[in-house]
Every structure is written in structure tokens, then in C-alpha cells.
């Protein structure tokens, strides 16, 4: 594959070692995300159904970003879903019927999961031989829109 980005081909290797973990987990996110709006049955359904899909359309699109990113270092995207279970690291989402504040719990500590893996990715492309600006701000876009959903989530919370 023909790399775009005029940086050595080491530092896309390790850029795109980052990124992958990180895709994994966003593409598990948004499985957790839909799993929650399909199986929620609560008295605050409409209001928490409806905010579900404008969380899963952010986490969907976050995901794109990665794996575009992951194109323009020069690398394919490995997303199968059998990966998933294989290399899972946020916990497993019930896949049973859910109140809301189960489904909310839920998807915050996915949530929790899922910034802490990103937060691992901006720490290690801000320095040292992986240190490059680009893909960090990627991240900290991602990152920073992923804290404002968990505070969201928690806020719709009643415990």
C-alpha cells in the first residue's frame, strides 16, 4: 500500500499498533451502545432510546476516523468481528432486557473502558519514538468527546 504521509515507515507501524486496540475497542462501544437502545424497556424509554442512537452515531463515527486514520499510515484495517471476543478489553454488555439505569451503568463503565484505552494511545503519541501530533489530536478530539458522553450518560443516571 502506498503511504500518503510523508513520516518513516517505523513510526507508521507503531502508530497503527496504537490505533488498532484502540478501533477494536470502538467498534465494541458502539456494539455496547446498541445492544443498550435495543434491549432498553423502562418507563424513560423514548427519552434514553433516542439519546442512545446520537451516542451511537458519535462512537460510529469515531471509529471511522481510527480506521481512515489507519489507511492514510499506509495500513488495512483488521476489524473482524471475531476479534472482538478474542481481544475483547471492555467488559462484556448484558445482552438481556434492560431498565435504564442498568443499560446507563452499563455503558458507562464501557465508556470508562474505552477512554482509558484512548488516553493509554494520546500519552504514547505525545512522546518518545511514537511521539506525532496528528494522530494525538485525533485522540484527543475522540477523548475529549467520549468524557463529555460519559458525563452525559451519568447525568441521565438515578443513582
Known sequence: MLRTIPIEKELTDALVSILDPILLDQLELY????????????????????????????????GDIIAERIRQLGASVDAPSKRFS??????????AELDAEAALTGLCESFSGS????????ERTTEGVTEEPVTNDILVAIATEYEKLLWMLNSHRTK
Open 31 to 62: 456494539n455496547h451502545v446498541k445492544t443498550a437502545h435495543w434491549n432498553l424497556r423502562d418507563a424513560n424509554f423514548l427519552v434514553v432510546h433516542r439519546f442512545l442512537d446520537e451516542v451511537a452515531a458519535v462512537v460510529n463515527e469515531s
Open 86 to 95: 478474542v481481544e475483547e478489553r471492555l467488559k462484556p454488555f448484558p445482552s
Open 115 to 122: 477512554i482509558k484505552g484512548i488516553r493509554m494511545g494520546i
